[in-house]
């Protein structure tokens, strides 16, 4: 059974094969990814390796602190993603101090609290 391990402290330029190539040398990698910004497609600076046993998962937790791409590497046993509580709606909801309204910020853009 494959084992999944997260990988933290990546380099900005650090790709899925890089990351696959870097974790090869523990054993055989059954996927590697690394995790990007949905906006931007920039590397949040990490990613998930998984491994094709418990024994290679071992040796690659073992090349934590390691160098890859100029960073010294995070390796640890990935742990289940937890639910997330979806709850929270869409994209309406709550003035943040912006332009309208409710003026948090004390600036007369919106709701004019600084008479003068």
Not at 64 to 88: C, T, Y
Request: zero cysteines; proline letters at 2%.
């Amino acid at each position: 059974m494959a084992t999944k391990l997260f990988v933290g402290s990546l380099a900005w330029a650090t790709t899925d094969e890089s990351l696959k190539q870097f974790f090869s040398q523990a054993g055989t990698v059954v996927s590697a990814r690394v995790i990007t910004d949905r906006a931007t497609g920039r590397s949040k600076g990490f990613g998930f390796v998984e491994m094709s046993s418990e024994e290679e998962a071992q040796k690659a937790i073992a090349l934590a602190g390691q160098d890859l791409e100029g960073r010294a590497i995070v390796v640890n046993e990935a742990r289940p993603m937890e639910p997330r509580d979806n709850s929270r709606g869409g994209f309406g909801g709550g003035n943040r101090g912006g332009f309208s309204g409710g003026n948090r910020g004390g600036n007369d853009f919106g709701g004019n609290r600084n008479s003068y």
